[in-house]
């Protein structure tokens, strides 16, 4: 069976999401703001197709995609990338929500 990630999540934790975001090249500014953050997560999941929303003090932004096809991720207003693919060589980020 599928999981179902419909709902409401809270982060718990962001594990080494300030060197993740620096070797995306994000800025120093909004590397220190984005880390002070904890934002939530909704999330809307039908098959294959998922929404997220972000949703923080700061900015809050969605995500519109389905599972296994490439699609651009706008992040204009938050660090102003768009991107088709996110990769960091060999940066991880570990963010862990529990949904409420």
Known sequence: MPVNLNGYWKMISNDNFEDYLKALDVNVAIRKIATLLKPDKDITHD?????????????????DFHVGKEFEEDLS???DRKCMELRAAGAVAKQVFKKT
């Open 77 to 79: 207003g938050v660090d």
């Open 47 to 63: 098959g294959d197709h998922i929404i997220i929303k972000t949703l923080s003090t700061f900015k809050n932004y969605n995500m």
